[in-house]
Structures are given as C-alpha cells and as structure tokens.
C-alpha cells in the first residue's frame, strides 16, 4: 500500500478521532483515544495503553471475522492505537446481543444479573446522544427512515452470526461473552460491520470465576480497569503490554 497520508480531522467522538486520508475519499483513518466516557458522558477518565488495546483487539476481532466471511470495514492496523478502514454511511442504530442478563437489562426488567437465556437477545437503540440512545424497534426506526426492511434484516442475521462466531472464539479463551454491541454502515451500496469491538462495547467475564474484564470496572468504579483491559489483550492476541 502507498504511504498514507493523514488528512483532515472529519470527527471527534468521545474515545475516537476520524481522519481523512489524503486524496482517497473511500477510506478514513480511526484513532482510538485513551479517554473513556460512561453514562452518556457524564463519567469521564482516562488511562495509558486504553487506545492501543481497543485497536488491537478490534483488529484483531475484525480480521477473525473477515477469515470467517463477515464484511468489515477493517482494512488495516496502521500503529498501536490506528486503523485503515472504508469509509462508511453508518446506520445510525446500535445494534445489541446479549448472551446473559447484564448492564440496562437488568435494570428494565429486574433479572437477576448473568442470567443465561436459552436463545440470545437482539435490540436497537437509537443513535441520538442528545437522546440518550432510546431503544427504538424496527417499525420505528423504519417510519424514521433511518433504515429499510433489508437493512434491518441484513444487521439481524449478521449480528446473530457475529454472536456465535464470537461466543465460541471467547469460550476457548476461558471468556464468556455476556453482550455486545455493534454498529454497521455501508459502503458502496454494501452493508459493513463498522466501528470498533473491545472492552469499550462488550461485556466480557472470566469463565472461571465470573470477574469483570471490561468497561463495567470503570462504570462501577470497581478498579483495576487497566490491568482487565491489559489481560483481555493478553487473552485476545497474545501480546503484553510494555
Ligand atoms: N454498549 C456500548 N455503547 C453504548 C451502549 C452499550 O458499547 O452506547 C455496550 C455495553 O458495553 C454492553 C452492551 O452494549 O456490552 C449492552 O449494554 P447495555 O444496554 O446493558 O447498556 P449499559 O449497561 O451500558 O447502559
């Protein structure tokens, strides 16, 4: 690949940045900040090594993924806390499996947290900070236009797939996958999985002893959020942290 060159600063969110990549308008430069928010933001932190764990572990994730036919947005892994990906228009829906009970599902409808449901869960929310992220079902999000019947039915079957293919890739790593959420978008007329998949958007606990090696530790103020994201680096690709 020829030598990239940064452009302009399209985005700023609350743990990434999007740049341009000169004189290429089908591809965007995602960099992975250390900064977390939580609460729709009113939680905010910070700490060393948080954007180079959810960029090599989304690299990693998404180059699995791909190897097992889901289409990505990954193309690259361009420096500890960058990724090459295609340039999406992203369907503004959060797209949310769940394995066990955890996180607002418990607290909408009072299950007991880690509950194993029989088939996983699928919801929306509606990507609207100002907002707070509604859930919104299809026909709502339909009558917005903010996507079609296909769209909605494409994002279902790849979402499900993505489950499994991710439940069982944490099974052998001692992980269970309790939930995630995901974000797509197309590009070219194609739908893509897009944004990043980390301890930033998944609930992950440790088989063996149910500890929390995700974001919840910040949430909850349960400490030792750097040392999780370190381990689930460790467990994920392998690498250790300098
Ligand atoms: N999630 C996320 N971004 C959001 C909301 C949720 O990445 O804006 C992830 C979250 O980390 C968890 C899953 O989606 O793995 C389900 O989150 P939940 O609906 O339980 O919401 P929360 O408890 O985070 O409010």
Known sequence: MAQLQKGKLLYEGKAKKVWEVAGDPDHVIQEFKNDATAFNGEKRGSWEAKGTV?????????????KQGIKTHFVDQLSPNEMLIKKLAIVPLEVIMRNRAAGSFVKRYGAPEGLVFSEPTFEFSYKRDDLGDPLINESHAIALGV??????????????????????????????LVDFKLEF??????????????????????????????????????????????????????????
């Open 185 to 242: 978008g197309k590009h070219k007329g194609t739908m893509l999985l897009g944004d990043e998949i980390s301890p930033d958007t998944c609930r992950f606990w440790d088989a063996a002893t149910g500890k929390k090696l995700d974001k919840d530790r910040f949430r909850f103020d349960l400490g030792g959020v750097e040392d999780a994201y370190a381990e689930m680096l460790r467990r994920i690709t392998g690498e250790v942290l300098a």
């Open 147 to 176: 996507a079609t019947q296909e769209d909605i039915d494409e994002i279902r079957a790849t979402a499900i797939q993505v489950n499994q293919l991710l439940k069982a890739f944490f099974e052998e790593r001692g992980i269970t």
């Open 54 to 66: 959810n960029n090599t572990v989304a690299s990693f994730l998404f180059r699995y993924l791909e």
